[in-house]
């Protein structure tokens, strides 16, 4: 049985909206919170977090070839994506393989480890079946 499979990654409405809803709820804890510097200093943080850009909201595209070869590919190229494009990665110890969530740690040959997150809206529900199966194999590979 060939492990091959191809996989478009799309970012997860869910997680934008648990994002959205911690950073509301620090805001709104930093609004109650008695004393102004401990205020300003939840409030400041809250801020930060809510504007920062998160780290995969690009789609990608995983491929697995038959021997076990990982290549991801990120659409719509910034600086950080430029170093990712297309470029063939380890799956490194540490990637949470789950039924409800994959949380993949790859590594290019040279550059540091990023970390892609694989909810079930991410995904269609037999790609990520395929998926989940194919990085099954991968990580007993290795």
């Given amino acids: 049985m060939s492990i091959a499979v191809s996989?478009?990654?799309r970012p997860s409405p869910a997680l934008r909206r648990l994002h959205a809803l911690a950073c509301?709820?620090?805001?709104?804890?930093?609004?109650?919170?008695?004393?102004?510097?401990l205020q300003a200093f939840v409030l400041s943080g809250a801020a930060w977090a809510a504007c920062r850009p998160?780290?995969?909201?690009?789609?990608?595209?995983?491929?697995i070839s038959g021997v076990g070869q990982v290549r991801l590919a990120v659409y719509r190229k910034e600086e950080v994506a430029q170093q990712w494009a297309g470029q063939v990665v380890?799956?490194?110890?540490?990637?949470?393989?789950?039924?409800?969530?994959?949380?993949?740690?790859?590594r290019p040959e040279a550059g540091p480890a990023?970390?892609?997150?694989?909810?079930?809206?991410s995904v269609a529900p037999d790609e990520r079946r395929?998926?989940?199966l194919a990085l099954r194999a991968v990580a007993a590979r290795a």
């Fill in 7 to 9: 996989a478009l990654i």
């Fill in 24 to 37: 509301g709820a620090a805001l709104l804890a930093g609004a109650v919170l008695e004393g102004p510097v």
């Fill in 54 to 63: 998160r780290c995969q909201v690009k789609p990608a595209r995983i491929d």
């Fill in 90 to 106: 380890r799956l490194m110890p540490g990637s949470t393989l789950w039924p409800g969530l994959l949380l993949l740690r790859l």
């Fill in 114 to 121: 990023c970390w892609l997150a694989v909810l079930p809206d």
């Fill in 130 to 132: 395929r998926l989940a």
